[in-house]
């Protein structure tokens, strides 16, 4: 294992000095002193380019930043991920998703033993599974076509899938899709209400095959099939995912209609292991291995790109100096591109389940803030609704836009030119903002009065100096989503790395658990409610009393 490099508290101290110094300086006079910014602040991974020069990085702040980053040992940590050492060192494991998505002549390995092969043979199982599926070869129990797929899952095994698939829309040729992750049994409730029994295929999917929603949600699904169809049929409408074959078994799935994936996956990271069933089944063999493909290019970017041309470590710098050196505590995800509208959600499980922490690796608490919080929503619908905030509102929250050169549709361009220019003028005005003055004199041009112009100027200044990078790619097809995705996961290691925590456990998840379960006897009259804890004891009564 790569060793842990000391923090070099004078370095991390003098790039928050500088960070807190260039909120003041702004980010408009660096493109005024450089004409070259956008150049040498953007870099590019084949035809995907990211843009981090609307940021008040200075190329000393830049040259500060990796310095500390190669201080800190980030490229050796990078290299122990990829050679499959035990780097999630709360639970003991390797974190090898690359290796998902490689070739068996990459090599990846852990423990001294070569994953590939397996690796294979999972996708090959999947592949024939979900071929048979599309082409009506595996049939339902009555002897039907399977029209609808049902993704039974949550986390992980849930919001990858779902994005994946949504943002592929115009690729998937397979069944109907739908996801049902919520114990709300609205959600369930809601999607069986269109479906036809004869004609629907389950995957239960869940790492640990124990998740109490996905459970209970396989066991409604479950007794749906048995009440149209009998207990025999069972067998053919449901196949599942897990890390744990020995309980899916127990759950009446037949091991051929069972596809595993290894502890070394973590469940945020498994979008590329049998976790992506679904997107399989609803774009082929094909499109989910172009999607591996696009995964591993951005591998390889990372692993073999020096740092200052490296999508991922910019990425993840720049991500740092934001919440680190210039505090800003949170970022904004705006993909303009509808089909990315799942990508927020998505990045804030693979994000905020990864780099929500507060203890360091030294089992210490660490110093300063550590992952932002992430939102976002696609533009342009969000200009309608929370841009206000980012453009005027007391708080600066970094934007990371996404968007597409060129529309999946042919004869929508009026459509992609609107959305590219809203997409470039949205950064641009967050930059520029507007001066009373220029405010003053729009207001005097709309024929308002002197005193008007006074009286409402004010309202329309913008401070600016507002910062945010840009995603562009040419098309928004499998192989660049694989790109995307794994960039986005090599960045939340490079922030990782820099916050000095371990992405890869989730203990913070567990605590909530726990009360739930001690709680529900309680809440299924089966115990006193004076047992219920005083913190919770006169809202379970007021509740309680409701029902
Ligand atoms: O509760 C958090 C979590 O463990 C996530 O990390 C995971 O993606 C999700 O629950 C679902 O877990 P599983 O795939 O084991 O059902």
Redesign the pocket.
């Known amino acids: 294992m790569a060793s842990i490099a000391p923090i070099a508290p004078n370095a991390r101290e003098q790039l928050i000095d500088r960070g807190r110094a260039r909120k003041r300086g702004g980010i408009a006079p660096l493109f005024e002193m450089d004409n070259e910014r956008f150049a040498r602040f953007s870099a590019q991974h084949e035809d995907m380019r990211l843009d981090y020069s609307k940021t008040a990085l200075s190329d000393d702040d830049l040259a500060a930043l990796m310095a500390h980053a190669r201080a800190m040992d980030l490229e050796a940590r990078r290299n122990a991920m990829f050679a499959g050492e035990r780097i999630n060192l709360t639970e003991d494991r390797a974190v090898l998703h690359v290796a998902l998505r490689g070739r068996i002549s990459d090599g990846y390995a852990t423990d001294g033993k070569p994953v590939g092969h397996d690796v294979e043979r999972v996708l090959a199982a999947m592949s024939e599974f979900a071929t048979g599926i599309r082409l009506g070869e595996v049939r339902s129990a009555t002897g039907e076509r399977f029209t609808d797929v049902v993704n039974i899952?949550?986390?992980?095994?849930d919001l990858g899938p779902a994005m994946a698939t949504l943002a592929l829309a115009p690729y998937h040729d397979g069944p109907r899709l739908h996801f049902v992750s919520n114990v709300d049994g609205a959600h369930i409730a809601d999607t069986l209400k269109g479906l036809e029994p004869g004609r629907t295929l389950f995957i239960v999917?869940?790492?640990?095959f124990?998740?109490v929603e996905?459970m209970t949600n396989a066991a409604t699904a479950r007794r749906f099939i048995v009440a149209a169809l009998g207990e025999d049929a069972v067998g053919a409408h449901f196949c599942a995912v897990s890390t744990a074959l020995d309980k899916i078994r127990a759950f009446g799935i037949a091991p051929e209609r069972s596809f595993g994936f290894w502890d070394w996956v973590g469940?945020?990271y498994s979008l590329w292991s049998a976790i992506g069933l679904p997107l399989m089944i609803a774009t082929g063999a094909h499109g989910f291995r172009e999607f591996l493909a696009g995964g591993r290019a951005m591998d390889q970017h990372f692993r073999d790109a020096p740092m200052e041309r490296n999508l991922p470590m910019l990425l993840g710098l720049t991500g740092w100096w934001h919440r680190v050196a210039q505090e800003y505590p949170a970022r904004a995800v705006i993909p303009y591109d509808q089909r990315l509208a799942r990508l927020p959600a998505y990045l804030q499980?693979l994000d905020m389940?990864s780099n929500g922490k507060s203890i360091g690796l030294d089992g210490k608490p660490v110093t300063g803030p550590t992952g932002p919080l992430v939102w976002g929503e696609p533009g342009t619908n969000g200009q309608h609704a929370f841009f206000q905030l980012l453009h005027q509102g007391s708080d600066v929250v970094p934007i990371e836009f996404l968007v597409a050169a060129t529309a999946q549709e042919s004869g929508m361009d009026e459509h992609h030119d609107l959305l590219l220019a809203n997409c470039l003028a949205q950064s641009e005005a967050l930059v520029k903002g507007r001066t009373l003055d220029e405010a003053r004199a729009q207001v005097l041009a709309a024929g308002r009065s002197a005193e008007e112009a006074e009286r409402i100027a004010p309202h329309r200044t913008f401070s600016g100096n507002r910062p945010s990078i840009t995603i562009a790619y040419r098309r928004l097809d499998p192989y660049t989503l694989g790109r995307l995705i794994a960039l986005y996961e090599h960045r939340v290691f490079v922030e990782a790395q820099l916050f000095g925590i371990n992405a890869y456990d989730?203990w913070g998840?567990e605590l909530g658990?726990e009360l739930a379960v001690a709680l529900l006897p309680a809440i299924k009259g089966e115990v006193d409610e004076n047992d219920v804890s005083p913190l919770t004891r006169g809202l379970f009564k007021a509740i309680t009393a409701l029902r």
């Open positions: 899952g949550i986390g992980g095994s999917a869940s790492k640990t124990t998740t996905t469940g945020r499980q389940e989730q998840v658990k």
